[in-house]
């Protein structure tokens, strides 16, 4: 679970791809958002609790600027399952942020949204844990009314409509497409999109399925342009060919050295049988029988001895 976290985080982290799914999810495909307007903002934040510094981290997180100021701040959080404390986390986060700009050395620069993305990439269910606030307090009917809730913007990027998916232009695009299938089919056919972050999306990809013939694939490909995952699939499916043969070779040389020692000692105790027969202690029949041989095949180990 944690390596499909680190890489999730490490494909979003390239603008192209964070500007993408900003203009997907939020805005339907539109450019919105230009990749050149992002900059990094620190995942980490410090929170002091019961008067110890604690420190909380966001998966990933960037300002949206213009004419160098803040318009707002977006997160984005990977979920490949569900957390029933996701509104809880979400808010925490996003309250971090707000409390950074009450500060006092920030009181005279303009205030921006803070607005974060729950990815939820799981594609076997859908996301069965609360998305506000009220679902996760137990909350007196007589102080309900003085309670904000609090929302989390929910996205199962599985159970999008096909058109939504076709939407995206980066490698995320990719991505959600074999979340897509994998849901409806339960298998993954892929297309002849070039891939921009080859080992970003390999890595990720790895992850997801499990299949380190991915990762394996990396340093078949670089320095190569116009990369598309039929190419990717073509090599991943070569070196699985590669291992089996492989395998079957060490398995051919490990039967026979075992089928080697059966032929050793059984020689062995033939011989040890022939050495009785010859001094009168075994006749043949029995030497034979102990051999587990026929008298006649016995025999014939006798003349060549």
Known sequence: ???????????????????????????????????????????????????RVRSQERDI??????????????????QTVANKLMPLRVFGYDGTEYVKQSRKENSG???YPVITLVLYLGYEKRWNYPKTLFEVL?????IKPYVNDFKINLFEIAYMDREKIDLFKSDFR???????????????????????HVEELLTLMSA????????????DLKGKENINMCEVLDRVEARGIEKG????IEKGIEQGRIEGRLEGR?????????????????????????????????EKYIKKN
């Open 245 to 248: 043969i492989e395998k079957g």
């Open 109 to 111: 620069k303009s205030k």
């Open 174 to 196: 990719i991505l959600a497409d074999y979340l897509y299938q994998m849901r409806i089919n339960r298998d993954y056919i892929a297309d002849e999109t070039d891939i921009a």
């Open 138 to 142: 137990d909350i007196d009917e007589d």
């Open 1 to 51: 679970m944690q390596d499909k976290d680190i890489t999730q985080k490490v494909l979003e982290k390239y603008n192209d791809v964070f500007a993408d799914i900003l203009n997907v999810l939020l805005f339907d495909g539109r450019n919105v958002v230009e990749e050149s307007t992002l900059t990094d903002a620190l995942p980490m934040s410090m929170l002091k609790i019961d008067g």
């Open 61 to 78: 997180a960037k300002y949206w600027r213009k004419s160098k100021i803040n318009v707002a701040l977006f997160g984005l959080e990977n």
């Open 266 to 298: 059984q020689e062995g105790t033939i011989n040890t049988l022939i050495s009785l027969v010859n001094d009168g202690i075994l006749s043949v029949y029995e030497a034979a029988s102990r051999a587990d041989v026929s008298v006649e095949d016995f």
């Open 208 to 219: 997801m399925t499990g299949d380190n013939r991915f990762e394996e694939t990396i340093n």
